[in-house]
């Protein structure tokens, strides 16, 4: 069996009824919000589809995008959208490294690292990155 996505971490955002508190990334769908594809099952405190596959219903919280991704197989991937002003790129990078989840960081660290490059030259991306993590 794979490892919870929220492997015991009490401190972590994710409600503490959370599917990805006992599943891993891809054994759960995650919803923008509670809607009646998911309804509430009172006899184990659950959010299900139809098909039976537990969903999240806080995106946001357990820091992954929302996609079906047990019930149509939607591969776990992370776009970063890059500010145009260089002056913004600290305060967003920030936001999105800290809010994403921990099996999306290295990805999101590739990302940014060639986007900036790419993007803005005259910026020092391990500089950048560094002010972003801090």
């Known amino acids: 069996m794979a490892e919870p996505f929220v492997d015991g971490d009490v401190l972590h955002l994710a409600c503490g009824i959370c599917p990805s508190r006992r599943l891993a990334v891809g054994e759960f769908d ?6 009646k594809e998911c309804p509430f099952n009172p006899a184990d405190g659950h959010r299900y589809t139809a098909d039976g596959t537990p ?3 806080h995106p946001d919280r357990v820091g992954l995008p929302v996609a079906r991704y047990k019930s149509e197989n939607v591969p776990l991937t992370v776009e970063l959208h890059l500010p145009p002003d260089p002056s913004e790129l600290v305060p967003y990078l920030h936001g999105v490294l800290y809010g994403a989840a921990p099996v999306l960081l290295d990805g999101l660290i590739e990302q940014a690292r060639a986007e900036i490059a790419r993007r803005f030259p005259e910026l020092d991306v391990t500089v950048t990155l560094r002010r972003a993590l801090n």
């Open 55 to 57: 969903v999240c219903v």
């Open 30 to 35: 995650v919803f923008e919000r509670p809607t």
